[in-house]
């Protein structure tokens, strides 16, 4: 594209930006974690060390996150148990329209206010 990059250049890619983009992503402020999943597609296969670049905050190819394979096995198990075992509401002075969704930017990306989900006990399960 006409760049010139020095040699031993180290490039940042602001991955932020890029998730925010609306030339990327079709309405990229709203919470649509089915847009990662061609699911009309049954020969789309998730790949992390391919082009799939929808995984880019987790790196690609060969310098990605190593916890990555681990996550993806057991992020299912753990998720499925706690969704499971427990009913979840919000805190009582929260509520789903005054809920903050700022988020406060640093090495990794935080809700500026966390939010409390309290976790209640499913009986007879």
């Known amino acids: 594209m ?3 990059i020095p040699k031993d250049t180290q490039v940042f890619v602001n991955t932020w930006a890029i998730g925010r983009d609306p030339d990327a992503w079709d309405e990229p402020l709203v919470f649509k974690p089915e847009r990662f999943c ?3 597609n049954k020969s789309y296969k998730t790949d992390y060390k ?3 670049y929808e995984f880019i905050p987790f790196g690609a190819g060969r310098r990605m996150c190593a916890g990555v ?3 993806h096995r057991i992020l ?3 998720l499925g148990s706690l969704l499971h075992r427990f009913d979840w509401e919000l805190d009582s002075n929260v509520t789903p329209l005054t ?3 700022k988020d406060n930017l640093g090495i990794t ?4 206010e966390p939010l409390l989900a309290v976790p ?4 007879g399960s």
């Open 120 to 123: 209640k006990l499913v009986v």
């Open 50 to 52: 391919g082009q799939h």
């Open 69 to 71: 394979p681990l996550a």
């Open 38 to 40: 061609d699911c009309d």
């Open 2 to 4: 006409g760049y010139f």
């Open 99 to 101: 809920m903050d969704m």
């Open 76 to 78: 299912h198990l753990v």
């Open 109 to 112: 990306m935080r809700k500026f």
